[in-house]
């Protein structure tokens, strides 16, 4: 999804479109995350960016979309862009010692 969202609408309270902006956002996120997901990969993964033009988008986490839209809001933009794109995500397991533990500092070592 490439998309400038309006922050203002005639005859709409501007919080009542910031709401239906991040309803949006998250219907999008929901919708392709019910996606069959393609043999050898694990979950739907997200590359996003969000800015006031397309230009000057940066990229933030799945996590900070919703953040930096109504950091865009509160800043008093007009309109907000977010770009969202889907690809494969893979797990990746942490490393492990021998004993099944996680790496700790040896005590003794310590001082």
């Known amino acids: 999804m490439k998309k400038?969202?309006?922050?203002?609408?005639e005859g709409k309270?501007?919080?009542?479109?910031?709401e239906a902006v991040k309803h949006d956002i998250r219907k999008y996120f929901k919708r392709e995350r019910n996606r069959d997901v393609p043999k050898g990969v694990d979950f739907w993964d997200f590359d996003c960016k969000v800015g006031l033009t397309a230009?000057?988008?940066e990229v933030v986490r799945v996590?900070?979309?919703?953040?930096?839209?109504?950091?865009?809001?509160?800043?008093?933009?007009?309109?907000?862009?977010?770009?969202?794109?889907?690809k494969h995500g893979l797990r990746v397991i942490k490393?492990?010692?021998q004993d099944g533990g996680e790496d700790h500092l040896d005590e003794s070592l310590q001082g």
């Open 95 to 97: 490393a492990q010692n």
């Open 63 to 86: 996590s900070g979309v919703i953040e930096a839209v109504n950091l865009a809001a509160q800043s008093g933009a007009t309109s907000v862009y977010v770009e969202i794109l889907s």
């Open 55 to 57: 230009d000057t988008a």
């Open 4 to 9: 400038n969202f309006p922050l203002h609408a």
């Open 13 to 18: 309270h501007p919080d009542r479109v910031l």
